[in-house]
T-cell receptor
Framework: AQTVTQSQPEMSVQEAETVTLSCTYD???????LFWYKQPPSRQMILVIR??????QNATENRFSVNFQKAAKSFSLKISDSQLGDAAMYFC??????????????FGTGTRLTIIP | DTEVTQTPKHLVMGMTNKKSLKCEQH?????MYWYKQKAKKPPELMFV???????INESVPSRFSPECPNSSLLNLHLHALQPEDSALYLC???????????FGPGTRLTVL
C-alpha cells in the first residue's frame, strides 16, 4: 500500500523568507501523481501544485516550487517570499496513475505552517 | 464558474434526525467525491461517483447514503448518526476520474 509521510507537524517562517516543507512517500509504482494541497483556517482545500512522476522537471507555480527526487521518493514544497496568506495546513498527496479505474488520493498527515509578521 | 459549492456551511443534528448535505459544481466535471475530515487529520475518502455512478464506497456505514442525481450535483443523506460522526465533510470534483480534484469549502457537522 502507498503511504505518504510528512515528518514536520508544524513549521514557522518569517514573512518574506523561504520555507521548505518535506514529504516522502512509499510506492512500488513507476507512474503516479503527487500533489500539494493547502487548507487555510477557512477550511477549503486548495490545490497548490502537481507533479507527474514521469516528468523530470520540477513543477513551479509562481512562488511555489517542488523538489521532486523520484529515486529518493521525496517531494518537498518550497514557498518563496512567504506571505501572511500562506498560513495554512499543507497536505502532500499521492495518487497512482491508472486510467482505467479511479484511484483515490493518499494524504500525508499535514504540516501546519505559521507565518511570522 | 470554477468552484465547488457546498450547503449548508454548518449543520447541527440530533442522532434521530435525517438531514442532507449538498454539493454542486458547474465545471463539467464527471467525477465527484465525498470526504470526511476530523480535526487536525487529513481527509478520508468516503465515496466516489464517476459519470453519476457510484464507483467507490470505502466501507462507509449505511447511515451515510450518497446520491448523484445529475452530473452537477452530489448529495449525502444522513440518518441516525452518532456523535463520532461529527466532522468536516468535504466534497470534491475532477474532470475525469484520474484528474486533480478541486474541493468545496466543506460542511461542519455536529451530531448531538
Amino acid at each position: 500500500a502507498q503511504t505518504v509521510t510528512q515528518s514536520q507537524p508544524e513549521m514557522s517562517v518569517q514573512e518574506a523568507e523561504t520555507v521548505t516543507l518535506s514529504c516522502t512517500y512509499d510506492t512500488s509504482e513507476s507512474d503516479y501523481y503527487l500533489f500539494w494541497y493547502k487548507q487555510p483556517p477557512s477550511r477549503q482545500m486548495i490545490l497548490v501544485i502537481r507533479q507527474e512522476a514521469y516528468k523530470q522537471q520540477n513543477a513551479t507555480e509562481n512562488r511555489f516550487s517542488v523538489n521532486f527526487q523520484k529515486a529518493a521518493k521525496s517531494f518537498s514544497l518550497k514557498i518563496s517570499d512567504s506571505q501572511l496568506g500562506d498560513a495554512a495546513m499543507y497536505f502532500c498527496a499521492y495518487r497512482r496513475a491508472l486510467y482505467e479505474r479511479n484511484e483515490k488520493l493518499t494524504f500525508g498527515t499535514g504540516t501546519r505552517l505559521t507565518i511570522i509578521p | 464558474d470554477t468552484e465547488v459549492t457546498q450547503t449548508p456551511k454548518h449543520l447541527v443534528m440530533g442522532m434521530t434526525n435525517k438531514k442532507s448535505l449538498k454539493c454542486e459544481q458547474h465545471m463539467g466535471h464527471r467525477a465527484m467525491y465525498w470526504y470526511k475530515q476530523k480535526a487536525k487529520k487529513p481527509p478520508e475518502l468516503m465515496f466516489v461517483y464517476s459519470y453519476e455512478k457510484l464507483s467507490i464506497n470505502e466501507s462507509v456505514p449505511s447511515r451515510f447514503s450518497p446520491e448523484c442525481p445529475n452530473s452537477s450535483l452530489l448529495n449525502l443523506h444522513l440518518h441516525a448518526l452518532q456523535p463520532e460522526d461529527s466532522a468536516l465533510y468535504l466534497c470534491a470534483s475532477s474532470r475525469l476520474r484520474y484528474n486533480e480534484q478541486f474541493f468545496g469549502p466543506g460542511t461542519r457537522l455536529t451530531v448531538l
